[in-house]
């Protein structure tokens, strides 16, 4: 098979295997802020409780082919469920692209450096519309993940893929995401007497920052800060008198993240010039 063959199959196959992360998505965007499993019982109709069956859990198609309903109770079955799906396996195409972008690139680490980035796309994707529908954000889907990100830059820095952060910078990355939105939660205190930023975001933000490295913290900061007064400043007018906004962070947070992951290096050099010469080797 021509190299190039090779790779339009690898890429056809990452973007299939991004819809099934998608459907697990799913999974732990229902069950994880209820504390139940993620694994256990397989996956059934939320309304009827009936068992999918194997045929009926195809990413996407699935839902389109029986018209988006159970296929025992024939109850509807929200489109979020194919919608995280397509967004999930897309976003996974892109990254696929980016980190091989053809041929010439495969290498074991640049496959592992894919797999690395699908996994923390998908984590932000569940953490989103967890944080949008229940005001929370998993302890597993940012604190306890922080320490995979880390040593997913040490392994891949071992494998010589260099197109990510070292593990040096994974390691200040976390620590100076968490510092500096606990830093402005505690100044906030100070100056309000009220809570500003919940602690999940203290730790979505060290996450980012294992994953990311410690040069994406100003731009993600930037982003989700600029995005957040996007939608939160009218929201706010809009509000009655005395009303209290209550918008999750979180969000923004990861759109800062999955922005920078895709587009990051070029956005920096625009609006950070000098930016590696002040991080030196930690830059990723």
């Known amino acids: 098979m021509p190299i190039e063959t090779f790779w339009t199959f690898l890429a056809l ?25 993620v694994v256990s019982p397989p996956s059934h ?32 079955i929200s489109s979020l469920y194919p919608t995280i799906e397509l967004l999930v396996g897309l976003l996974g195409g892109l990254l696929f692209v980016q980190t091989i972008p053809d041929a010439s690139a495969l290498s074991t680490g640049a496959l ?58 994974a390691v200040v990355g976390a620590l100076a995401g968490g510092g500096l939105f606990g830093g402005i939660k505690l100044l906030y205190w100070l100056v309000r007497r009220r809570e500003g930023i919940g602690d999940g975001d203290i730790k979505l933000a060290a996450m980012i920052g294992a994953f990311l490295g410690l040069p994406a913290i100003p731009f993600v900061i930037l982003a989700s800060s600029v995005t957040g007064a996007l939608v939160g400043v009218p929201i ?49």
């Not at 996994?119 to 932000?124: G, K, P, Q, T, Y």
């Not at 070029?266 to 990723?284: E, H, K, T």
């Open 112 to 169: 592992l450096a894919f797999g690395v980035k699908l996994v923390f796309v998908a984590m932000l994707v569940a953490q989103t519309y967890i944080d949008l529908r229940h005001y929370i954000i998993p302890n597993e889907l940012s604190i306890y993940a922080a320490p995979f990100g880390i040593l997913a830059a040490l392994a891949l820095g071992h494998l010589g893929h260099s197109g990510g952060p070292t593990w040096q910078s």
């Open 45 to 76: 109709c939320p309304c009827c409780g009936h068992p999918i069956r194997a045929y009926d859990n195809i990413p996407v198609l699935s839902w389109l082919l029986l018209g988006g309903k159970c296929r025992d109770c024939k109850l509807p």
């Open 236 to 284: 706010a007018l809009l509000q009655r008198k005395g009303a209290q906004l209550a918008l999750p962070f979180g969000p923004f947070l990861a759109l800062g993240a999955i922005v920078y992951l895709l587009h990051g290096p070029p956005l920096m050099a625009r609006l950070f010039p000098g930016l590696d010469l002040l991080f030196g080797p930690l830059a990723s």
């Open 13 to 37: 196959l990452a973007f299939l295997q991004s819809l099934a992360v998608g459907s697990f998505v799913n999974v732990v965007i229902a069950r994880m802020p209820l504390d139940r499993s």
